[in-house]
C-alpha cells in the first residue's frame, strides 16, 4: 500500500512522495505535505515557468523567483502571470 499524506495543495488524503525530493526542512516539508500528484503539477508548472520566462537556474534571482513560486503553488495562492499563456480548457 502506498504511502497517503494530506496534501496542502489539494486539501485531501493522496498518495505521497516515495521520498523528499531534495534534502533540507523544504524537502522533509513536502514529503510529509505534498501529494505525489501535487509534486508532478509543480514539475510541469516549474518547467513552463523557466521556459517562457528564459530563467537561467545558475542565477540566484532565478532560483528565488522559483523557491517563492513553489510556495505560492503549494499555498494555492495567485502565481506569476505567464504572458501569452493561455490555459488548456477543462
Known amino acids: 500500500m502506498s504511502r497517503q499524506v494530506f496534501c496542502r495543495k489539494h486539501q485531501q488524503q493522496l498518495e505521497g512522495l516515495e521520498r ?16 505525489k500528484q501535487a509534486w508532478q ?12 520566462k528564459r530563467l537561467n537556474m545558475m542565477d540566484p534571482a532565478s532560483r ?9 503553488f503549494f499555498s494555492g495562492e495567485d502565481l506569476t502571470k505567464i504572458e501569452g499563456y493561455v490555459p488548456p480548457e477543462s
Open 20 to 35: 523528499p525530493p531534495f534534502p533540507g526542512p523544504k524537502g522533509l516539508d513536502i514529503y510529509e505535505n505534498i501529494s
Open 41 to 52: 503539477e509543480w514539475l510541469a508548472h516549474q518547467t513552463m515557468l523557466i521556459n517562457e
Open 64 to 72: 528565488q523567483l522559483i523557491q517563492e513560486e513553489m510556495g505560492r
